[in-house]
């Protein structure tokens, strides 16, 4: 048995109901707990009964946990958010004691294959992480850290226990939406976890988090209705930055990057996400609605600037070709959910 976790409000919901049917897909035998920011995300969850989901609600973490209930007011929603994902791991640990090795995913990943290797990997070692594995030409990002908190493993065990702790408690500490000396939000703290703790094993499969910002370390091509990274399979990829423009516009976020998604990408990666959510929609489009993105409320950014960053964003975007255009087979369906997506991303 495996046993992931992430955590979601109700627009960030689809993109974890597209993780889980990869995870059904590719992991039969795991337990995905899900801790909802808010009520409308815990809500559905609840109502679809799936059977490998466990649904946690804000208020039970808070229940346990006075320190981080006192921060809440000292956070912006999406720090608050950061702060709360390694209470989350702490909380499950101490709640289900059957939990031998818990790993955090966030919410937009999706699987390509099975996870077995990954896990491979880390038999021997209490803790595991992923370095983004940026290109020369993107070194200045490095000031977020070096590794990505898109996958974190601990095991139930001293050197995992010490470590999570550790990492708990430094996101109360401080917990913020910027580059602060060596600290930004949750992400730059994993850099001492080599340092400090024991027994921490840094992925190398190719892979594992193939992503926006490192596809140009690597050859990406397709055989036998797979996808393969410098010859090993594609295991997850990480939808950072991903949005929808219109029901058949998507900002792949590869030009924040500099970089361009190539055919095999496009047709092979996005496509088969993209068709995923569509289907997801038709359960959870009710329940979306546009708002205002938290990260775009903490900075500051008010209705026009957006306005102006998204046509920008766009015009660049089609010049760039980062931008893709997928429109919805015959049998999908468009709801609101794919509108409101675009405001559901960072």
Known sequence: MYYFCTYLDHRYLPRALALYQSLVRHCADFRLFVLCMDEDAYGTLQSLKLPQIVACSLAELEESNQELRDVRS???TVEYYYTC???FLLFLLRGYPEINLLTYLDSDLYFFSQPKPLFNELNGYSIGIIEHRLPNRLSKLKRFGTYNVGWVSFRRDESGLQCLRWWANRCIEWCYDRVEGEKFADQK???EF???FELVRAI?????????WNVGNVRITSRNNSV???GQPLIFFHFQGFKVITPWLFDTNFGSYRSCPSSVVRQKIFDPYIQELRLI???VGPVMSLRNTDRNRSRGFGILTRAARMFVQVSIGLVWGSYMVNFPKASSTISQFEYAEKEASE
Not at 204 to 212: E, F, I, L, S, T
């Open 85 to 87: 994902g390694p209470a």
């Open 281 to 283: 929609s038709r359960e």
């Open 204 to 212: 190398r499969h190719k892979g594992a988090n193939v992503a926006p």
């Open 189 to 191: 703290y994993l850099d």
């Open 74 to 76: 000292t956070r912006s």
């Open 228 to 230: 393969w990274v410098d």
């Open 194 to 196: 080599p340092r400090r």
